[in-house]
């Protein structure tokens, strides 16, 4: 077999919502192992959230849920060489890639706004993301659009 099927990692709950995928996002959010100071940012990030959120009746939990859902993208565009040139090729994505590029793009989107600490930084683009504002629903855009463009190449999927 060419494709080997990754095997589905399992993440434990973290301590606090008891929830899988907030273990998730923090490992993407942790460098050089630090994962105790990957969760204060997280855990600061939703306290922030808590003060944002003016009328608004779900969690920060929640908040962040839905910010997620709306960064993630459906479709990402991959090259592909065809006769000494390179195609970009719309290519549907998987569920659990859909989860890992919204949570990058969160990450990344978030680490290079101009505010104090990560936390604030977190907190606002989740905001943004909930309320589709902000880089990450941008950069999300930018991706569809260009698959909208290489639609033509679809029948070269691999």
Known sequence: MRK???KEKIYLPDPKFNDPLVTRF???LMK???????YKIFYNAMKKIDLI????EKSALEIWK???KNVMPHVEVRTRRMGGSNIQVPVPISSN???TKAMKLLISCASIR???????????EIWDAFKEQGEAIKRKENIHKMAESNKAFSHFRF
């Open 114 to 124: 101009k505010e104090k600490t990560m936390a604030n930084k977190l907190a606002s």
């Open 26 to 28: 923090v490992n993407h």
């Open 66 to 68: 839905d910010g997620l």
């Open 32 to 38: 050089n192992g630090k994962k105790n100071v990957a």
């Open 4 to 6: 080997v099927k990754n």
């Open 53 to 56: 959120k003016e009328r608004e």
């Open 97 to 99: 890639s859909k989860m």
